[in-house]
């Protein structure tokens, strides 16, 4: 019985790790594909190793991109985006879960920050890291130029990044 | 004693013919040989583990994503299986390291999934996780290294949240409060209450640099460890528990002693009510309990907890509560002809007048009339003292 259930806890681990392997990798085959742009920095973590800090232009929105109650710090926003030229831009952001329109895909996050007075927001989306192999982080520094980031959206809304390239 | 030195001391006296065969049987008996504890495999262990993790971080790009998500995932597996294998047939401390390893390669798997799909968490959640899994197994082989590999990755969790998101992840403090409370309830041990003080001292000082707006909240909950050891009738399990806060803070009175000086603005009165009132609560909580324990004379640790912020010499009122809590125990351990109480209080006053000498925010000449009249007072406590003892040994009779 104690013997069952030990393997019960290993089993759930495996499946812990293929469940999160899998839905991630299911993103680029299901999902929606966006280029957003971005500028990189090379920091380090002790537990996942060197990479690239993403910075995004869709992380600052702006007063009027807001739906709703304003949304307090920390919490879950939705933020709606739709392609514009090559890009991806905000275009209504909100609180509360809501239907995008057609052509458009939401983005969740995390408000990290708020300025009311001034009327910017600062959305956290979780996709700020570009892990890269050791000693390689720096390449991607000294290029200076804007990077182009593809995401891939899923319908259940999990997302990830697919690719990241230098502008031409 | 250890039995070592027992046995080679029976010996003598069973040589001198003070005691018999069958005496001298019976006292070595009294000091069990202890078990030998495996800390070599245990490093083994937390260096493969180690290797693991890494290798992980170097995200060394020759293999490929899957392959390493597949060595990861056998080597688990295999680790694990060894591991239970080997505890059941045949050797608990062997079975055990190899399911330490087990458990921080699943840790590794996790940043693993992490960096091969570039997910950036917004809190130490993989932490949680991975706390959780090691977690369940320790509640499987229920043992003190499987604890401290818990406890651990809690604290690492929580180091990391503070460090990389500047916030205390309240979900790693719960599982400390929770698991440590189960811990502590299977086990009353004090290897087990140490784990638990070392990891409780830690996310206590990350609370209070992320998510408190002041220091001093460090206090309270110092004070609070301090209080749950008093109301813990098991000495094994209170006194690292004792210990441990009150080593933390006499280390925040030493800092408090240089901080609170020179441009250190003290807040207003207005805006620290609630934590005097929360302080004054606890402070008087355990003080009728040390009495009702008949025990009072422990008091003299809480001179350490006594707040001094808003006092105008902060920093010099800080020094006095060193020197305070150094002079109680002193006096106690003579009082009572405790050695070990006079070692403690030998211990602060030499590193309470180490301080004194080196804080910089006194001219010399203070310092000078500070030493002097310190003297001239100690001279005249230890001829009291001593008065006191040698009346008591001819009185009494004792020796």
Known sequence: MKRLAFYFIVLLQILFLIGVALSYSAVERWGETIRLKTAPVDPHDPFYGEYVTLNYDIEQLSESHWEGADPEQGSTVYVELQQEDEFWQVKRASGNT????????????????SDRNRGTYWVDYGMNRFYVEEGTGEQFE?????????????????????SVETQE | MNRERMAKEARTWLEAEIITQEQYQQILQRYPEQKTKPVLLTFAAIFIGLGFLTFIASNWDLLDNVVRLIIILVAM????TAGERVYTKSSNIVGNSLLVVAVLIFGSGIFLTGQMYHVSSFSALPFLIWSLAAFAVYVMFQNVIMFGLVMTIVTAGQLYSAMTYQAFYPWLGALLVLGGSYALYRHRHQAFAL???VSY??????????ESSAYYWLIVLLLLLYAVSVWLENERVARPMRSGSVTAIAFTAVIQVFALEDGFSAPALEDTYVFFLVWLGIMAGVLVKLWKQNRLFRGVDLFLFVPVFLLPWAGAASLMLLFLYALGWL???YQQENSQRVTKGTLAFVVSTFIAYIHFAWDFLDKSVFFFVGGVLLFGISYVLERKRRSVQRGGDER
Do not use: C, D
């Open chain 1, 142 to 162: 000294e290029r200076q130029s804007p990077l182009i980031v593809e995401v891939g959206i899923a319908p259940w809304g999990q997302k990830r990044i697919l």
């Open chain 2, 195 to 197: 784990i638990v003080t």
């Open chain 2, 331 to 333: 006096l106690i351990g």
């Open chain 2, 201 to 210: 001292v830690v996310q206590s000082v990350v609370w209070t640099f992320s």
């Open chain 2, 77 to 80: 597996a295999s680790f694990y």
């Open chain 1, 98 to 113: 809501f239907e995008p329109r057609e052509g458009a895909v939401i983005l969740k996050g995390m408000l990290r920050h």
